[in-house]
């Protein structure tokens, strides 16, 4: 039926006489092709110009790729290369981990200096703190390059006084110690070592906490946002978290007292499929509350993206008031009065790639 297919296209004379000009026409697939994705390039763009049902054929074709095992792929293909899932992820390096692929455009920018407006303005009303978080979108594992060199654009553009600090990855053996296979976020060693460098940020002096043991979701697999996002199920993983003993306190979610995230599900709260990073951590609120009730510490706000949810109560525990703002959900756009309402003596940015330059994080 596949032969069949191709070749419907092979005995064409590539030419619209209706339209008067030369139709795009397939070109017969090799391997190489389609690691690199020329072929499937060609291929979508061949359908769309010679099928009037080419959006059928292309779902069509995208339902039987999803099947393709990007494991078993010869390593003399895949050594120290990437291997494209689609236009946004790869699998590098023969690995069984997707990662993200980016090239800032003007958008990304144009972004960046919508939000550089109020991160300035936020220097000027507290003690602030960026943490820049590199994931695999930033870094370019087969050139050894750095796409996006956030640290570099804060530290040239933010103006007054303000800290900067940031995670990063120099590897890709590094990479896959500190954030999921299957996933976009960092997992449990990797926002453990954010949260000790967040602390060395905000608060030297003080002791970090220690985690107690490792608990495990094993019932189903994980399957994380990218593996979801590509429908790559032979990349699901086991889903890890840290234990730790926390001081006793009140969270809030948008004004209600609610507990926020659940580090101890029960049997049948853990369903196939899951968004597991979302039950234990907690998922994407407008505003969170953490009230350790410590009058005698300082109130901090966080702006983050989801790579804060695993850390959020951790840091919280060093204060009096924690208040964390997911700027996708939340309707504050006044930083000013919002900081001078809530007593707000700290401010940290978890500066990741997200929300630097997504345009979903613009005030």
């Not at 919508?114 to 303005?121: P, R």
């Not at 956030?150 to 954030?179: I, M, P, R, V």
């Not at 429908?231 to 004004?255: A, C, K, M, T």
Request: net charge negative; with cysteine; proline share 3%.
């Amino acid at each position: 039926m596949t032969a069949g297919f191709f070749s419907s296209f092979r005995g064409k004379t590539g030419v619209s006489i209706t339209e008067q000009r030369q139709l795009i026409t397939l070109k017969s697939p090799t391997f190489q092709s389609f690691l690199d994705q020329t072929f499937q390039t060609n291929l979508e763009e061949t359908l769309a110009d010679q099928f009037p049902m080419s959006g059928k054929i292309k779902n069509f074709a995208s339902t039987i790729l999803q099947f393709a095992d990007y494991k078993k792929i010869p390593s003399f293909f895949c050594r120290n290369r990437y291997v494209y899932v689609n236009d946004s992820y790869a699998v590098y390096d023969c690995s069984d981990y997707l990662v993200g692929m980016s090239e800032p455009d003007e958008e990304f920018f144009a972004n960046f200096q919508n939000h550089l407006k109020y991160y300035n303005v936020l220097n000027s009303i507290a003690d602030t703190y960026y943490y820049v978080l590199e994931n695999s979108s930033s870094y370019d594992f087969e050139n050894h390059r750095l796409v996006i060199d956030a640290y570099s654009l804060l530290k040239e553009n933010l103006q007054g006084d303000y800290h900067l600090g940031k995670f990063q990855h120099n590897t890709f053996e590094e990479y896959q110690k500190y954030f999921y296979k299957s996933d976009h976020h960092w997992n449990l060693y990797g926002s453990y070592l954010g949260y000790t460098e967040i602390m060395k940020l905000l608060k030297p002096e003080d002791e970090v906490l220690t985690p107690e043991g490792i608990r495990i979701i094993s019932k189903y697999p994980f399957y994380g946002s990218v593996a979801k996002q590509t429908r790559q199920w032979n990349f699901g993983e086991v889903f890890q978290y840290y234990e730790f003993s926390l001081p006793e306190h009140e969270e809030y979610i948008d004004g209600k007292l609610k507990n926020y995230g659940n580090y101890n599900p029960k049997d049948e709260d853990i369903k196939a499929y899951d968004n597991y990073y979302a039950l234990v951590y907690g998922g994407d609120e407008a505003e969170i509350f953490y009230d350790f009730k410590k009058d005698e510490k300082e109130n901090l706000l966080i702006l983050a993206s989801s790579y804060s949810n695993p850390i959020n109560r951790l840091i919280a525990s060093h204060f009096n008031h924690t208040y964390v703002l997911d700027l996708r959900h939340s309707s504050v756009s006044d930083f000013r009065q919002y900081v001078e309402e809530h007593d707000i003596d700290k401010i940290l940015v978890l500066a990741s790639p997200e929300f630097l330059f997504n345009a979903r994080f613009n005030r």
